[in-house]
Structures are given as structure tokens and as C-alpha cells.
């Protein structure tokens, strides 16, 4: 108690410095000023103002922050585009500069919000209207590279950077909806009838070729078929004729009349008739007179054919 007594005069001491400790949040930044003038820039942790003279005047978020527009364009043919999109954006360093002017730029984060937004959406009105509608949807990307490009350089001055830009929805009046409809089903349609044509043009083709193919297969088939049998005609032929000579030269010498040779290619025939006939009806004069006039039509035209090749 004697203690407390003699150093009573340490309590306002003690209340004054406890009054000037304070913390700051891990991802902010405190603004401190000093009779209403900026003082300095303090960091996360605890720390330290002159009471009664200093003042905490802003705490900076330094962390990624969102925001989400809905606006309408006009394109060069004077068609409503409606977008939807969100832009992601930070304090782009914690520099004592970028600090200040985050903090003292804007009056309020509603002013900041305000002029972000409008920002942002004359620039993508601006670039749209240079567009037609049919363009649009094919230039998302070209839109939003060119929308960074611009207000990246506004928001550097206001201490600010664009993380991301993204544009999430693009529509138009229900009546273009309609009519694009439309369009994109009647191309679809064109699409598959051309592609039925091909399909059908590629079987008719193909069918064609192997009809031809097939055609010239069987054509060269009949052609060596009927090239097999000539040669084997012609064999048979030459056998027989030296088969006949050989027996006519036995003949003359045995002293034997040539004519039995024709006599015997003569019962020779009437036998292959009757085996391999099939039923078909065939006249002939089996009688001795039919054979020996039969035999002289056949010595006359073997003279006849000796004449000729002693002509040659």
C-alpha cells in the first residue's frame, strides 16, 4: 500500500502509454496521421501512436477483393449486348506511395466501388461498339485483354492492380436469341445433309468400283479360262494327230490299209454320242453305207488339207 503510494503519479503514465498501443490485422496495412497529416504506414502486429495525437485514419486491406457487374453495351449495328462479369483486384504493393494513395484517393469504399464499376464498364462498352453483334461472341477474350489493358493503367494511379477480368455471361434481346437460334439449327441442318450427301456419294462410289472391279475379275477369269481351254484344245489336237500319224506309219508298214484309222474315229465318235449325249436326240446313218460315204467326206478332206499345206 506504502508502494502504491509512492509512485501513484506511474498510473496516468502507464494509461497514456497503454492508450497508444494498438494492433493491426494480418493483411491490412494502418494509416496513421498526426494531427490530421498523414504520420506513417504501420504493418501487422502490435503497434505504437502518440496518444491524443496521432489517429488510426484507415486500415488498407492488402487481400484479393471481387466484385460483380451486371451492365448493358450497344454494338456498331445497334444491338443490346447484356454481360455479366467479375473483376478481381488488389492493392498492388504495400509501398508507403501505393499506401497513401490507396487510403486518401477516395472518400469512401463506396466511392472507390462506384468508380471501379464505371470504369470498367465504359471500357467494354467503348470496345463493343466498334463490333457488330455477329463479332461479339467470338471476341470475349479480345474484350477482356483489352479492358485490363486500359484500366490497369487507372487503377496503378488509385494504387490498385486488376488480378483478373472475367466475363461469365453474354446475352442479347430474346428476338436476336431467337433468330441466332435459328441460324445455328439451320446450319446444323445444312451440315448433315451436306454430310449425308458425301456419306452417300462415298457407298454409291465405292460400290460402283467394286461392281467394276468385279466385272474385270470376272472378265479376266473368262479370259484365261478361255485361253486354258484353247491351249488345251490345241494339245489335244496335236496329240491326236501324232498319235494318227504314228499308228499310220505302223500301218503302211504292215502293210495294212490307213482307212482302219478313219474307221475307228468314226465308232470312236458314235461312242462319245451315246455316253455323253445327255438325252439330246442326234441322227445318224449307222448303216455300212452311211459309214463308207461318211469316211470318203473325211479322206477327201484330209486330201484336201495335204494339198493346201503342199501349196505352202
Known amino acids: 500500500m506504502e508502494l502504491l503510494r509512492n509512485f501513484w503519479w506511474l498510473i496516468p503514465i502507464f494509461m497514456v502509454v497503454a492508450g497508444g498501443l494498438f494492433t493491426i490485422n494480418q493483411g491490412t496495412i494502418g494509416v496513421v496521421t498526426r494531427l490530421g497529416k498523414y504520420h506513417s504506414i504501420k504493418l501487422p502486429g502490435l503497434n505504437f501512436k502518440v496518444p491524443f495525437l496521432d489517429q488510426i485514419y484507415k486500415r488498407v486491406s492488402i ?3 471481387s466484385v460483380e457487374l451486371e451492365f448493358q453495351a450497344v454494338t456498331i449495328d445497334q444491338a443490346n449486348v447484356y454481360f455479366k462479369s467479375m473483376i478481381l483486384f488488389s492493392v498492388m504493393n504495400v509501398d508507403e506511395e501505393t499506401i497513401k ?10 466511392d472507390l466501388m462506384q468508380a471501379l464499376i464505371r470504369t470498367v464498364e465504359g471500357s467494354i462498352r467503348a470496345f463493343v461498339s466498334t463490333k457488330k453483334q455477329a463479332e461479339v461472341l467470338n471476341v470475349r477474350r479480345d474484350i477482356v485483354d483489352n479492358v485490363k489493358e ?3 493503367v487507372t487503377l496503378e494511379g488509385w494504387g490498385y492492380h486488376v488480378q483478373d477480368l472475367q466475363i461469365n455471361d453474354i446475352t442479347f434481346d430474346e428476338a436476336i436469341m431467337t433468330s441466332m437460334s435459328k441460324v445455328v439449327a439451320s446450319n446444323n441442318l445444312k451440315a448433315a445433309a451436306e454430310n449425308e450427301g458425301q456419306a452417300l456419294l462415298i457407298t454409291k462410289t465405292k460400290a460402283a468400283e467394286a461392281e467394276g472391279n468385279a466385272i474385270k475379275i470376272a ?3 473368262e479370259r484365261q479360262a478361255a485361253q486354258l481351254r484353247g491351249q488345251g484344245v490345241a494339245l489335244f489336237r496335236e496329240e491326236v494327230a501324232k498319235g494318227m500319224s504314228q499308228a499310220a506309219s505302223e500301218m503302211k508298214q504292215a502293210n495294212l490299209d490307213t482307212n482302219v484309222i478313219l474307221f475307228s474315229m468314226w465308232v470312236e465318235a458314235i461312242k462319245n454320242f451315246a455316253e455323253y449325249g445327255k438325252g439330246n436326240v442326234i441322227f445318224l446313218d ?6 463308207e460315204k461318211t469316211m470318203k467326206q473325211i479322206m477327201a478332206m484330209t486330201q484336201l488339207e495335204n494339198n493346201k499345206k503342199d501349196q505352202v
Open 101 to 110: 494513395n490507396v487510403a486518401f484517393k477516395f472518400i469512401s469504399e463506396k
Open 63 to 65: 487481400q484479393n477483393r
Open 150 to 152: 486500359q484500366i490497369d
Open 219 to 221: 472378265a479376266e477369269a
Open 286 to 291: 449307222g448303216g455300212s453305207e452311211g459309214m
